[in-house]
Nanobody, 125 residues
Framework: VQLVESGGGLVQPGGSLRLSCTTS????????MSWVRQRPGQEREGVAS???????AYATSLRGRFVISRDAAKNTLYLQMNNVIPEDMAMYYC????????????????????WGRGTQVTVSS
């Protein structure tokens, strides 16, 4: 199963970026979905999650700067990143699980059924 992320790249501090994740192999709305990032030298951390029911949860450190959403018609998951800061520089992964966990518990997960290969976000002026 393949999850494909896109939308990463170079962004200036204070700028915005939208990441996308799609697959042709299952319906995203039927899965618990998360964006997970890995900063250089650090472990992966959940950034934002959306449950099967469509409820979202976010890492508290983000302070409301990111928004996770999904488009059923395009079978695509998004992460809108606003007011980007240097600490947001990381490899961002899309992950999917069949779990019925709430968004809060999805955010804590380390194991998922499917992972994408990631898209790099670089923050620099």
């Amino acid at each position: 199963v393949q999850l494909v992320e896109s939308g990463g790249g170079l962004v200036q501090p204070g700028g915005s970026l939208r990441l996308s994740c799609t697959t042709s192999e299952f319906i995203i709305n039927n899965y618990g979905m998360s964006w997970v990032r890995q900063r250089p030298g650090q472990e992966r951390e959940g950034v934002a999650s959306i449950s099967k029911r469509g409820v979202a949860a976010y890492a508290t450190s983000l302070r409301g700067r990111f928004v996770i959403s999904r488009d059923a018609a395009k079978n695509t998951l998004y992460l809108q990143m606003n007011n980007v800061i240097p600490e947001d520089m990381a490899m961002y992964y899309c992950a999917a699980t069949t779990s019925d966990d709430s968004a809060y518990y999805l955010l804590q997960r380390t194991e998922y059924n499917y992972w994408g290969r990631g898209t790099q976000v670089t923050v620099s002026s």
